[in-house]
């Protein structure tokens, strides 16, 4: 199967929704999208390195009150990109 210019990459409702909150997150704001206690998927932690790499956010483990990390983002002044698919694929 060829893909078209029209075919967008699948990305899971949770990483949609964590793209959601960083474009309309102020500069400063922290977004926890994982922790060592809840676990962390992959595909959110590929696409906070692909978001970090872009420059949009920094990443930083903070600990939490039961010994383990959170992860967080932290948002930079970057602006986003126009769509969640732009994001991902910004760090690519």
Same mark, same amino acid.
């Not at 029209?6 to 959601?20: F, H, N, Y």
């Not at 926890?32 to 978001?51: F, H, K, N, P, V």
């Not at 956010?57 to 602006?79: C, H, S, W």
């Given at each position: 199967?060829?893909?078209?210019?029209?075919?967008?990459?699948?990305?899971?409702?949770?990483?949609?929704?964590?793209?959601?909150?960083?474009?309309?997150?102020?500069?400063?704001?922290?977004?926890?999208?994982?922790?060592? /206690?809840?676990?962390?998927? $992959?595909?959110?932690?590929?696409? +906070?390195?692909?978001?970090? @790499?872009?420059?949009?956010?920094?990443?930083?483990?903070?600990?939490?009150?039961?010994?383990?990390? /959170?992860?967080?983002?932290? $948002?930079?002044?970057?602006?986003? +990109?126009?769509?969640?698919? @732009?994001?991902?694929?910004?760090?690519?």
């Amino acid at each position: 199967m060829t893909a078209t210019p029209t075919d967008k990459p699948k990305i899971s409702k949770q990483a949609a929704a964590l793209v959601q909150d960083l474009m309309a997150a102020e500069a400063g704001a922290q977004i926890r999208y994982g922790s060592t /206690d809840q676990g962390l998927r $992959r595909e959110l932690r590929e696409l +906070a390195w692909d978001i970090y @790499q872009a420059g949009n956010v920094l990443l930083v483990q903070k600990r939490n009150e039961k010994n383990g990390f /959170d992860y967080l983002m932290i $948002r930079t002044a970057k602006p986003f +990109a126009e769509t969640p698919f @732009q994001v991902a694929d910004a760090g690519r």
